[in-house]
């Protein structure tokens, strides 16, 4: 398996990984047109015969902040290290673009504090972070929990 940046060709199998999991309420559906608009935010996980089989986005909220969305892995890969994968693709991002912090809204909780990320309060995030909330269906009754993880960024 390999991680690279998503390109085009990529776009239908992610819209249908993060899709698969909106449909039953654990993320946020993502239209084609909002997957191809923010196409570089994306990294994918190729396996052996370069299909796709995981996907996530680092997506820059502010100057020193990021936020981890729309990771979604095949269901039959599940537990072979590739959230994982994704997620250092994304910390790897931010370090180089000296973001300090990233942050992921998530009904996975376990997941995330295996990769190391903290639970917060949803309340210490900026206000600005919640503009996407009106798309959600569970809205406004939010349900997911707030991770974040402090990166150590390279030194410019």
């Not at 993060?18 to 923010?38: F, K, V, W």
């Not at 089989?53 to 981890?68: P, S, T």
Request: glycine fraction near 4%.
């Amino acid at each position: 398996m390999n991680i690279a940046r998503a390109t085009i060709q990529d776009v239908p199998t992610m819209h249908r990984l993060i899709n698969d999991y909106a449909n039953r309420g654990d993320m946020l559906p993502r239209a084609l047109s909002q997957i191809y608009e923010n196409l570089r935010d994306f990294f994918v996980v190729r396996d052996d015969d370069n299909a796709v089989v995981g996907c996530a986005a680092l997506h820059v909220i502010w100057m020193d902040l990021a936020e981890v969305r729309s990771l979604a892995v095949d269901e039959r890969r599940q537990s072979e290290g590739i959230g994982a994968m994704l997620i250092d693709a994304c910390i790897d991002e931010a370090r180089e673009l000296g973001l300090p912090r990233i942050f992921s809204l998530t009904r996975q909780p376990g997941f995330f504090e295996r990769v190391g990320f903290t639970l917060i309060d949803k309340s210490q995030l900026p206000h600005k972070i919640w503009a996407e909330c009106y798309y959600c269906p569970k809205f406004p009754d939010c349900d997911e929990v707030a991770f974040m993880k402090e990166v150590e960024t390279v030194a410019a």
